[in-house]
């Protein structure tokens, strides 16, 4: 059993948890997971994630709204995001998922780009790192965080080229990987991988989604980070604790916490 897993990116507020959330919750806490992000979709959510966030001290929340979710930001979205987060900084350590996703058919890039960027200034505006999603938009994503330059940001579930890896770094933003380093066409992944020094690497979940294998396609839970941490260390050649509290130090200090 390894201990100091940071699940950085996680949504226990999903329906997938609706029956069994708080004892999920305290048995992975019980089994090595020792810090919980929660990511984020839209403004509800940050609410609920928020209260979530509540019952454990070993959690804490993001606000934003998901470009997926990007119908749902109206009016004055972002005032009301900025209030919740200055009203709750003890809880609310970044804004995200925020970012770019054209995967499905039917998206508004417009609108997409619009909510990516005013996130983007808010999060600048309260020095509050972001976490990035960016699905089938990797030049528009480059060239809005070379545009808003977020001082601290992750750019999450990362399974894009070496060279794309590389352009983030130099950015000055840090990496975080799912259980899509055990995927059998992980390649491209594990070679981005070994591009991101070790003060700029995180390991998260994104679960009940992304399931590493042998759990694949199964609700997923924090403590099978550590199927993707065996991944990790197995392609940078280290120890697996040693790569876990690293990772989990260097969540510590991206958020903040
Ligand atoms: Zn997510």
Do not use: W
Request: hydrophobic fraction near 35%; charge should be negative; charged fraction near 30%.
């Amino acid at each position: 059993m390894y201990s100091d897993i940071f699940d950085t990116h996680s949504h226990y507020t999903d329906h997938a948890f609706d029956e069994d959330r708080m004892d999920v919750i305290k048995n992975i806490h019980e089994n090595g997971v020792k810090y919980i992000m929660l990511a984020v979709s839209s403004y509800e959510d940050s609410v609920q994630s928020l209260e979530l966030s509540r019952n454990f001290d070993f959690m804490y929340c993001a606000a934003g709204i998901h470009p997926e979710c990007a119908d749902t930001a109206e009016g004055d979205y972002i005032q009301k995001l900025e209030k919740l987060i200055t009203e709750n900084r003890d809880k609310i350590k970044a804004v995200g998922e925020i970012g770019l996703d054209y995967h499905y058919e039917g998206f508004d890039r417009e609108k997409q780009i619009e909510i990516y960027s005013r996130q983007l200034e808010l999060a600048n505006k309260l020095d509050l790192p972001v976490i990035i999603h960016a699905r089938e938009a990797t030049k528009d994503n480059l060239d809005l965080l070379k545009k808003y330059r977020p001082a601290k940001g992750v750019v999450h579930c990362f399974s894009g080229s070496a060279e794309t890896a590389r352009e983030i770094i130099n950015l000055g933003l840090h990496i975080s990987f799912t259980g899509v380093l055990t995927f059998k066409n992980a390649k491209k992944a594990l070679e981005a991988l070994k591009e991101v020094p070790a003060d700029r690497l995180m390991l998260e979940t994104d679960c009940p989604y992304m399931a590493p294998v042998p759990f694949r396609g199964k609700r997923c839970d924090s403590s099978m980070i550590a199927y993707t941490a065996e991944k990790a260390a197995e392609v940078l050649g280290c120890d697996t604790q040693e790569l876990i509290s690293r990772t989990c130090e260097n969540g510590i200090k991206f958020f903040g916490i």
